[in-house]
T-cell receptor
Framework: DGGITQSPKYLFRKEGQNVTLSCEQN?????MYWYRQDPGQGLRLIYY???????QKGDIAEGYSVSREKKESFPLTVTSAQKNPTAFYLC?????????????FGDGTRLSIL | QKEVEQDPGPLSVPEGAIVSLNCTYS??????FMWYRQYSRKGPELLMY????GNKEDGRFTAQVDKSSKYISLFIRDSQPSDSATYLC???????????FGGGTRVLVKP
């Protein structure tokens, strides 16, 4: 079955620690996205990537970093510079810019502060 | 003011009733419109996807887009308890790429 796999499901971060969230897709999609979801605020775009080895900042990129070394993988690192990291993080993918295709989502990672 | 407005609810209806959801938006460049359903602790699941104005029906679900009024709707007929979830509207411009989401409406269908 094709889909998007996010891991871990739950993650805890200590003060001053960087943590990395995994996102893998086997849909052969070119574009991948990271969103943050806070209660009552909908989803906000952190970073997105249209193609391997290229990515752009979204609306709330500060305190986060990404890499796109493989088409299937788009890991997100929450750095110690992100002062309010507690949220539900969602990864999505689609065929890419201009495709007019909707984004499909993984089941998220819930990050909490210890 | 948010670019996409959506009533947070909760919206409580009896089983079998029609659920009516809507979003308003301010950016006239939006051309692609989506509705997602999200269960607790899960990712959003795509329900409906429409391009520009008009109606689209899929089973018990009907999506409507009125670009002149900057208003989109989702109707769920013969609602079931399994329809209890948060419903998110989302939209994007011509590139169909960067999505802007509403805050979501929580729906509760009571048996």
């Amino acid at each position: 079955d094709g889909g998007i796999t996010q891991s871990p499901k739950y993650l805890f971060r200590k003060e001053g620690q960087n943590v990395t969230l995994s996102c893998e897709q086997n849909l052969n999609h070119d574009a991948m996205y990271w969103y943050r979801q806070d209660p009552g605020q909908g989803l906000r775009l952190i970073y997105y990537s249209q193609i391997v080895n290229d990515f752009q900042k979204g609306d709330i990129a500060e305190g986060y970093s990404v890499s796109r070394e493989k088409k299937e993988s788009f890991p997100l690192t929450v750095t110690s510079a992100q002062k309010n990291p507690t949220a539900f993080y969602l990864c999505a993918s689609n065929r890419g810019q201009g495709s007019g295709q909707p984004q499909h989502f993984g089941d998220g990672t819930r990050l909490s502060i210890l | 003011q948010k670019e996409v407005e959506q009533d947070p609810g909760p919206l409580s209806v009896p089983e079998g009733a029609i659920v009516s959801l809507n979003c308003t938006y301010s950016n006239s460049a939006f051309q692609y419109f989506m509705w997602y359903r999200q269960y607790s602790r899960k990712g959003p699941e795509l329900l409906m996807y429409t391009y520009s104005s008009g109606n689209k029906e899929d089973g018990r679900f009907t999506a409507q887009v009125d670009k002149s009024s900057k208003y989109i709707s989702l109707f769920i007929r013969d609602s079931q308890p399994s329809d209890s979830a948060t419903y998110l509207c989302a939209m994007s411009g011509a590139a169909g790429n960067k999505l802007t989401f509403g805050g979501g409406t929580r729906v509760l269908v009571k048996p």
